[in-house]
């Protein structure tokens, strides 16, 4: 785990196996290296994180091969309306631009989005306020191996955003286990997101993902090096490339920690640049997006150990489901 700080204009790397060990004083040498980065940039790279190799390469197979059906296959499980983040959504629908009041032509990418996988009878799934953050999972009947494999995909990034959000706790000098209870029934969602080689260009402004910040506690993403990839926004304007490493996750923290924390934490604008024209033919690029989302009933106001005594929050308070849906609507237009 480095010690010192990141480069500028770098992400640091986090190794998360001694934590994972129990070796002792290694959350808290974790904790000050994540606030450090929450703090600068809100993003950092995790190695050592536990989650197996075989796993992200049998998801993201499956992934690929969903994505390279004919598109009226792709188009029977197509999202049912703009706010219901389930099922297929062909390029061209979204602009990620559009969430933070931007106009913007609509993103070069295609995706495919799961929510929960463990709901039960539970009322707490099924009541009004329940949707559309647990509304039911649409899968293709095609491929045979991609339901088993985002289902324990899914399970595995619920588990290490929660390892996560533990070490949040000790970054913010939190009680240990102060987040379990408000993400308990978390209702992120899994993004799997194919960026087609641009074959044909961009229209003028049209990025593959436009400028924007992610809305929950965090984000966890398994993307690949190719051109046009992920670019996150600096202090002086500039944009730095990400580099992902096949064993490495980028993590970054969305608006809910951001506001959680009084902006002691940022949640830092990215984007996904388009290829170069001489690389764009061979520029297909897929990333695995989870996004963890706390309990649709979580209170997101200001943390204790952000605030001095007689310093204002600076956010007023907001449910977790409530944000969401915000977000979600302005990105599809209404
Ligand atoms: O594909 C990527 O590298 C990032 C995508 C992203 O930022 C998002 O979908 O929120
Ligand atoms: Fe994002």
Excluded at 188 to 206: K, W
Excluded at 244 to 260: E, H, K, Q, R, Y
Aim: net charge negative.
């Amino acid at each position: 785990m480095p010690d010192s700080g990141p480069a500028p204009g770098s992400v640091p790397a986090i190794d998360l196996s001694p934590v994972l060990a129990g070796v002792p004083g290694a959350a808290a040498e974790a904790g000050r290296a994540i606030d450090r980065a929450c703090r600068e940039t809100g993003f950092l790279t995790i190695v050592g994180h536990g989650v197996p190799l075989s796993l992200i390469q049998e998801t993201r197979r499956q992934a690929n091969a969903f994505f390279d059906l004919p598109r009226p296959e792709k188009a029977r499980i197509a999202r049912a309306a703009p706010a219901f983040n389930r099922g297929w959504g062909a390029v061209g629908e979204e602009s990620l631009a559009k969430t933070l009041g931007a106009a913007a032509p609509p993103d070069y990418k295609e995706y495919l989005s799961i929510g929960p996988v463990d709901t039960s009878d539970d009322p707490y799934f099924h009541r009004p306020e329940a949707f559309p953050h647990f509304a039911a999972n649409r899968w293709p009947d095609a491929p045979d191996g991609l339901r088993p494999a985002f289902t324990a995909y899914f399970r595995a990034m619920e588990r290490l955003a929660a390892d996560l959000m533990e070490l949040f706790a000790v970054a913010l000098d939190l009680p240990p286990g102060f987040f379990a209870d408000k993400i308990d029934r978390q209702c992120g969602s899994l993004r799997v997101i194919n960026y087609p080689a641009q074959t044909d260009g961009p229209e003028d402004g049209q990025l593959r993902a436009g400028a924007h910040t992610d809305y929950g506690s965090l984000t966890i993403l398994h993307a690949e090096d190719r051109p046009g990839g992920l670019q996150v926004r600096q202090p002086d304007g500039g944009w730095i490339d990400v580099r992902p490493t096949p064993d490495s996750f980028v993590v970054n923290i969305g608006d809910l920690m951001a506001m959680w924390t009084n902006d002691r934490w940022v949640s830092t604008l990215h984007r996904v640049g388009n290829p170069p024209r001489a690389d764009a033919a061979a520029s297909r690029r897929l990333s695995l997006v989870f996004f963890h989302q706390p309990n649709y009933d979580a209170l997101i106001e200001c943390l204790p150990s952000c605030r001095a005594p007689n310093e204002p929050p600076r956010h007023p308070p907001i449910t977790s489901g409530a944000h969401r849906l915000r977000k979600l609507n302005r990105a599809n237009d209404y």
